[in-house]
């Protein structure tokens, strides 16, 4: 049975508080191990990642087989259906226009004394991609992490995808090349991000690493996080929703186990402002999860961090879903899109019934790399953003340094840098003389 | 002497390679003590705190002293000269103007089927400030941590300033009146960063913590970077002078001691086309060395890490500048515009001879909180956007369900997620039926 609310109880703020803290990620610590898969491919290069493909892939490949060819994608990605591309390509193009209008834009204008400020944004160079392989393989996150890279004008975009036991998914390949990536490498774990990071013989090193990844993956990016950029490090994913009595509970039941069923340590809520819908839907979740293919991970998911809250009322729907912050919010009731707005930290909000949040994980628009464990109260989803980077720009005139230069001396007098008030004071004293 | 190079000699590109890989950061790994004081900081919450103030600032507090009172502030700020104050002002003034034009705009359309499509940015609702203690408690680094906060909508804005043996600094008091901040905790190091992140009886918890620190202060933000955001963990500070021989040769100096001056591990690089200018600043650094107060830290930087790099022409000084992707790039030469709008990686640039780089560490307006270590090339300076966070919208209608859902559903069927799909599935049943 998955936890049942109600905000009249009296350990409500308990019970709440505990399914806010509530643990649910259990990664090995696996850092040890990392640390030292990248000292070796730092020092060996190719050869390194080489052996470690072949033990943990069982893949044996050389420098010039560790990226596929031209030729074997082809030959992956013949193997899709047309229905299949057909989705594809619209996904693709539904998350390319949505991002699109996310490029921000440069900005310089002159300041009292005729000087210039302004600051000028620039995409980061090289992207590498990480796409876990086996189950987690999935296309879609191909098209969330690339295109916005893509659109950002990224000029060298690269994955690094394991295929275990030679084993690749040609969607991942239809993916990449419907979202501008140059080259895709047969290569995972801490091995691939080490050589994403500082290169090998035959990778370049890149500038940014986005993508999922497992407990290596995640502890090898922490790791080489400042050497070059990354994303988040994601938690388990989990949804809320938000439902009054005048919705169908069968389609919140589903929409809860769609989060379920990722992964064991995802987390479904839901609130409702009525009590009898709340169990309701409880019971088509059980009806549900009878037949259900992934019914051996969505089960265990729901049973042991699934929760029903019933509130008094909206307002105070509004302020728990703030308290939890959650990384997927759906709102199906009435008045779906003031509730909407009040909301204040959430990664992604699904407004109305007709929109479950699978809409948003494939073809929606908006990206589905989100914040995860309360983090939406201080970032955001994944975006063009995390591919460009901003130069401020200043240009004084002989005008604006004398007007403004000698604030700038009595504070580096104060801050007791001496040479930063000199830097000002050798200017001003060749402008006092002319 | 500092490295003189040149891009004609055959060793250059060698010499070069050092020069960027140059390793100037040895921070002691301080990472096991930072654990356990963050671990009896969560545990004993204020008695840890107070405990290792007395231990590391020889100052004894009671939880009803951890934060300064508004009258203790005002005795500090009643210090201040009116000198001192009209330039804080003025930097403030300024720093506000130019981060106002900063706030990102909300953003929402209609799709092709009638389904809104968009996003939102709220602020975070709380963020912390560090502020070092002793020698490098800037206030000029208050403004432009707590500036930003307040521009993007910050509620509630607290600061952490140790004050060893007592001692405060009563212009860091000031600027953080000047831009809003609400309490002053007279606390630092890790302790500091583990009672903003976790909270104690006295101290709430924050959402957000930015601000430099020593080791200690940059092991806790790595530490509770994911249960609270953190700003960069920023490396030792650089500066490249780009430079034709039409420049005062004492004026680039005091520019590269300007940043030589903050740190021993501080770099300074000059790239010029015109060798003999490069040894005419060379000359004149030591002149400036002589009676430069903090000679004995600027002097080991320019020995250690200074460099005067030969260019044959300024297409080259731009490929090198890229190269090297500094925290602060001052352009001094002709076409200083066209050059610096080629610079495609620095964190600020301040564009001809009237901009040195300490007018942008006080007073110009752009924020001086910068990459460091080359991390220009995939990460900016600080700004407001560090204090918001975006959440994307969706709302479909049920025609835009019916023209895309069924794509969504054939990835979902390809990732092997079917509880996506039938989130999709069981709507498209009731519109099909309708």
Redesign the interface.
């Known amino acids: 049975m998955p936890m049942f609310l109600n905000s009249k109880d009296a350990d409500f703020d308990a019970a709440f508080a505990r399914l806010l803290t509530m643990k649910r990620e259990d990664s090995p610590d696996v850092d040890a191990t990392v640390a030292d898969i990248i000292a070796d491919v730092r020092a060996r290069g190719d050869a390194a990642v080489i052996e470690l493909t072949a033990t943990f892939d069982r893949m044996q490949l050389t420098p010039e087989t560790l990226a596929f060819s031209a030729d074997e994608i082809e030959t992956e990605i013949a193997k899709v259906s047309p229905?299949?591309r057909?989705?594809?390509e619209?996904?693709a193009d539904?998350i390319r226009?949505?991002h699109d209008?996310q490029m921000?834009s440069d900005?310089s204008?002159d300041?009292p004394h005729g000087?210039?400020?302004g600051?000028?944004w620039?995409a980061?160079?090289a992207a590498g991609l990480y796409v876990p392989g086996g189950?987690a393989s999935?296309?879609?996150s191909v098209l969330m992490n690339a295109i916005p890279a893509q659109v950002a004008g990224v000029e060298r975009l690269v994955i690094c995808a394991p295929t275990p036991d030679g084993v690749a998914n040609p969607?991942v390949l239809l993916a990449a090349k419907l979202s501008g990536v140059e080259t895709i490498y047969r290569i995972g774990g801490a091995q691939a991000i080490a050589a994403l990071a500082f290169g090998t013989q035959t990778i370049d090193p890149v500038?940014?690493i986005t993508g999922p990844g497992n407990a290596f993956v995640a502890a090898a990016k922490r790791r080489v996080f400042?050497r070059?950029?990354i994303d988040m490090?994601a938690g388990p994913s989990e949804i809320l929703v938000i439902a009054d009595k005048h919705n169908?509970p069968?389609?919140v039941a589903?929409?809860l186990?769609?989060q379920?069923?990722?992964d064991e340590s995802a987390q479904s809520i839901l609130i409702t402002d009525d009590a009898e819908f709340g169990q309701a839907v409880a019971d088509a979740v059980e009806r549900?999860l009878k037949t259900?293919?992934?019914r051996a991970i969505?089960g265990p998911s729901w049973q042991d961090y699934g929760a029903v809250v019933v509130v008094q009322d909206m307002d105070e729907a509004v302020t728990l879903s703030d308290r939890i912050a959650p990384e997927h919010l759906e709102i199906a009731c009435e008045n779906?899109?003031d509730i909407?707005?009040r909301?204040?930290?959430?990664?992604?909000?699904?407004?109305?019934?007709?929109?479950?949040?699978?809409?948003?994980?494939?073809?929606?628009?908006?990206?589905h790399v989100?914040?995860t464990?309360r983090?939406?109260?201080?970032?955001?989803?994944l975006?063009v953003?995390d591919f460009v980077?901003?130069?401020?720009?200043?240009?004084?005139?002989?005008e604006?340094?004398k007007a403004?230069?000698?604030?700038?001396e009595?504070?580096?007098k104060?801050?007791?840098?001496?040479?930063?008030?000199?830097?000002?004071r050798?200017?001003l004293e060749?402008l006092n003389d002319e």
């Open positions: 229905e299949e057909a989705a594809l619209l996904a539904r226009a949505y209008r921000p900005a204008w300041g000087e210039m400020l600051w000028r620039t980061v160079e189950l999935y296309p879609s969607l500038d940014k400042g070059v950029g490090i169908d069968d389609w589903v929409d186990l769609s379920a069923e990722h549900r259900l293919e992934r969505a779906a899109d909407a707005a909301i204040r930290h959430a990664g992604a909000i699904f407004i109305g019934a007709y929109t479950p949040e699978a809409i948003g994980d494939y073809i929606g628009g908006p990206n989100l914040p464990a983090s939406a109260r201080f970032s955001s989803g975006s953003m980077k901003r130069t401020t720009l200043a240009r004084m005139t002989p604006a340094l403004i230069g000698p604030a700038a009595t504070l580096a104060a801050e007791g840098l001496e040479a930063h008030g000199l830097s000002v050798a200017r060749r």
